[in-house]
Each structure stands twice: as C-alpha cells, then as structure tokens.
C-alpha cells in the first residue's frame, strides 16, 4: 500500500515537472513577441526623425501642420505622424505621395530634402490633381509620371522640378489666384514653371523619384519667400548689376570704337574704285570680254556684310553678356532674346537673376539649349 502509494506521488511530481517544461518555451515566445512590439514601436514612433535636419532659408516662417495623405505609391513609407516619406531601398519610382487636404490659393507648400541618392538620374516631380487621394488606385500609378497626362481626371505635372536637388534643400510651392504656380529653391525669388485650373479643387503631390529618397513636408504659409523690403533689395542689386554690364559694354563699344580709328584706312577694294571712276554711259567692252559690273556690284554689297561680320565678332556678340565667357548657345523662350551662355541662363532663370531677361525684362518660360552646325 505505501509503495503504491509512493509511486502515485512521484507520477505527480513528474507530471508537474512535464507540464512546467512545456510552460516555459511558451513563455520565452511570449518574450521575443513582446520585444517586437517594442521594437515596432520605437521605429513607429510618431515623433521621430522630425528634428532630422534644420531649417536653413525658413526657420523664421510660421506653418500650418500639413501632412502626407495615407493613399501613397507601391513603393514610399511615411512615417508615424505622416510627414516623413521614404522611397524603398533598390526603387527608383513609384513614390506618389499626396497632401492630405486640397492646397490653398496663396499659400505656399514647403518640403526638405532629407537623402540623395547619386546612383540614380531624375528626380524629384510635382503635380497637381483634381482627383482626392482617397479614390485613387496605388497599384494604378504609373512609374513614369507623365503618363499620369494620359488618366481620364486633371492631372498637371512637372518632372525634374528641382533639378537634382541636394540633401537640406527647402523647396516651396505656391499655387496664385490666377492659377500660376510658383517655384522657390533655398529662399530664392520664386519663378512661375506652371499653370492649371483652380476652379475646382486640387490636391498638391510629389513623386519621390531617382536621386531623390528621402523627404519631409514642413508644411504651409501665406508669408511669401521674400518680403517686400528683400525683394527692393535684390531689384537695386539687380539693376545695378545691369548698369555695371552696360557700362562695361560701353567701354568694350569705346575701347573698341578707339582702336579702330587710331588704324589707318582701308582702301577699298580696286574693283569698287575702278567701277566707280567709269563714266555713266562709257564705252562698250570689247567683244567676247564679261562684264565686269555684277562681279563687282557683288564684291561691294559683299564687303559690308564681311565688315559688319567682324565688327559683331570683335564686339563679342556671341559671348554671354554675364560671364563673358562661354559663348551664347540658348534662347530665352517667350521673349526670343540669344544673349546668355545655359549655364548663366538657368542661374537667371531659377537662381539669383530672378527669371526675368536681362535685355527686355521679361520673365522667362524656359531656356531652350541651341546647337550651331
């Protein structure tokens, strides 16, 4: 009886050390399982990576919270709080990513560059739609955005709209009561590259495309880029600019001007002077001899042009009337004016020369690059 007893007893304490065996590998599961969540949330952390990068050209501005709609392309993350878009590792399109409310006429959008990505070309598109995020399709996004032109609803977009922007660029835009829209890059003066249709609501978006990576929506305001009493400023310097290349045109004009006429004449050609001296009605030239009149009415209307030709090669027409470097090998589109090289044409475009032309003053369009033959 005592030894069944005992053996019923130890049965027990077996099973007690089974059942807490098979109770313990649960629990370490448990463990991994809790420090996955753990780890989920710190990377889903809603106030994460705001701070990465400082504001440079707007840190004095107030903004309106604005934020990435959720409805974004196959291949972006957002961050927790919505502000923060990244571009998939080994991606280089399909990074839509839309402002979760329609923009305001005015009101001027800001986004930072916060990665680069070199091993790419293109990058950064922006657009504007009459389609709510919301009713869009990710998986009907195209890779390349000007196919976005071929969709059934108003789409507008712009490819390469920064120019292969850099890590720390601050890009605004601003949609104008009059339906143009404004560029500025690192506090710039903003230039207008498009217009649409604000009759009806439209929703601002980016494709994070090739060198571009990583970006964050800072968010809006109605303060303009450059107030009233910068933008005096930069006109003065602007004009006073111009007057120093008028007057450095002028010394060129002078200069020039004094050279040649500390040269002595040039006869004209004896052909010319010959023709002249014949008397109006003179005599016939012998037979079977040509006539020498066309040949050197030629030789006379040539010799202008051959003068004229050289005066404009001295005079450096063809040199960028900014640099006086490079050679003139662009036009400015509207006004049609060929006085700049493209590489000083872009910077008075979308840099300091504040997109107007420095001959008419009128604002650029676009640069188109020209090839002499």
């Given at each position: 009886?005592?030894?069944?007893l005992?053996?019923?007893?130890?049965?027990?304490?077996?099973?007690?050390?089974?059942n807490?065996?098979?109770?313990?590998?649960?629990?370490?599961?448990?463990?991994?399982?809790?420090?996955?969540?753990?780890?989920?949330?710190?990377?889903?952390?809603?106030?994460s990576?705001?701070?990465e990068?400082?504001?440079?050209?707007?840190?004095?501005?107030?903004?309106?919270?604005?934020?990435?709609?959720?409805?974004?392309?196959p291949?972006?993350?957002?961050?927790?709080?919505?502000?923060?878009?990244?571009?998939?590792?080994?991606?280089?399109?399909?990074?839509?990513?839309?402002v979760?409310?329609?923009?305001?006429?005015?009101?001027?959008?800001?986004?930072?560059?916060?990665?680069?990505?070199?091993?790419?070309?293109?990058?950064?598109?922006?657009?504007?739609?009459?389609?709510?995020?919301?009713?869009?399709?990710?998986?009907?996004?195209?890779?390349?955005?000007?196919?976005?032109?071929?969709?059934?609803?108003?789409?507008?977009?712009?490819?390469?709209?920064?120019?292969?922007?850099?890590?720390?660029?601050?890009?605004s835009?601003?949609?104008?009561?009059?339906?143009?829209?404004?560029?500025?890059?690192?506090?710039?003066?903003?230039?207008?590259?498009?217009?649409?249709?604000?009759?009806?609501?439209?929703?601002?978006?980016?494709?994070?495309?090739?060198?571009?990576?990583?970006?964050r929506?800072?968010?809006?305001?109605?303060?303009?880029?450059?107030?009233?009493?910068?933008?005096?400023?930069?006109?003065?310097?602007?004009?006073?600019?111009?007057?120093?290349?008028?007057?450095?045109?002028?010394?060129?004009?002078?200069?020039?001007?004094?050279?040649?006429?500390?040269?002595?004449?040039?006869?004209?050609?004896?052909?010319?002077?010959?023709?002249?001296?014949?008397?109006?009605?003179?005599?016939?030239?012998?037979?079977?001899?040509?006539?020498?009149?066309?040949?050197?009415?030629?030789?006379?209307?040539d010799?202008?042009?051959?003068?004229?030709?050289?005066?404009?090669?001295?005079?450096?027409?063809?040199?960028?009337?900014?640099?006086?470097?490079?050679?003139?090998?662009?036009?400015?589109?509207?006004?049609?004016?060929?006085?700049?090289?493209?590489?000083?044409?872009?910077?008075?475009?979308k840099?300091?020369?504040?997109?107007?032309?420095?001959?008419?003053?009128?604002?650029?369009?676009?640069?188109?690059?020209?090839?002499?033959?």
């Amino acid at each position: 009886m005592r030894r069944s007893l005992n053996n019923f007893a130890r049965s027990d304490e077996t099973t007690e050390q089974d059942n807490t065996n098979q109770d313990e590998p649960t629990q370490v599961i448990d463990n991994e399982n809790i420090v996955n969540r753990l780890d989920e949330l710190t990377l889903n952390d809603p106030n994460s990576n705001d701070d990465e990068m400082p504001l440079r050209f707007n840190s004095s501005f107030r903004f309106r919270d604005l934020c990435f709609h959720q409805s974004t392309g196959p291949n972006v993350t957002l961050n927790g709080n919505h502000t923060i878009a990244w571009r998939h590792e080994d991606e280089y399109s399909n990074g839509y990513v839309f402002v979760n409310e329609p923009v305001r006429n005015d009101e001027r959008i800001v986004i930072q560059i916060l990665a680069t990505e070199n091993m790419y070309i293109g990058s950064l598109a922006f657009g504007l739609t009459s389609t709510d995020p919301n009713t869009i399709d990710p998986e009907s996004l195209p890779e390349d955005s000007d196919m976005l032109l071929d969709r059934s609803e108003y789409w507008v977009v712009s490819k390469d709209v920064a120019n292969s922007p850099e890590e720390g660029d601050e890009l605004s835009f601003c949609v104008k009561e009059d339906g143009s829209v404004e560029f500025s890059k690192n506090g710039n003066i903003p230039s207008v590259f498009m217009h649409v249709d604000n009759s009806v609501n439209l929703w601002a978006f980016w494709d994070v495309y090739g060198n571009t990576q990583r970006l964050r929506i800072v968010g809006s305001t109605k303060e303009p880029v450059i107030r009233a009493d910068q933008l005096r400023q930069n006109s003065n310097a602007s004009l006073e600019n111009d007057r120093n290349n008028l007057s450095m045109s002028d010394l060129a004009h002078d200069t020039s001007s004094s050279e040649s006429n500390s040269l002595p004449p040039i006869p004209p050609p004896r052909r010319s002077q010959s023709s002249q001296n014949l008397p109006p009605h003179g005599p016939h030239p012998p037979k079977g001899a040509k006539p020498q009149t066309t040949v050197e009415a030629a030789d006379t209307e040539d010799s202008p042009r051959t003068s004229s030709a050289s005066r404009d090669s001295k005079n450096g027409s063809d040199e960028c009337k900014i640099c006086y470097e490079s050679t003139v090998d662009c036009v400015l589109y509207s006004c049609g004016h060929m006085c700049l090289c493209y590489e000083c044409a872009l910077q008075q475009w979308k840099g300091r020369g504040g997109g107007i032309c420095p001959m008419c003053r009128n604002n650029i369009q676009d640069v188109i690059k020209i090839y002499r033959s």
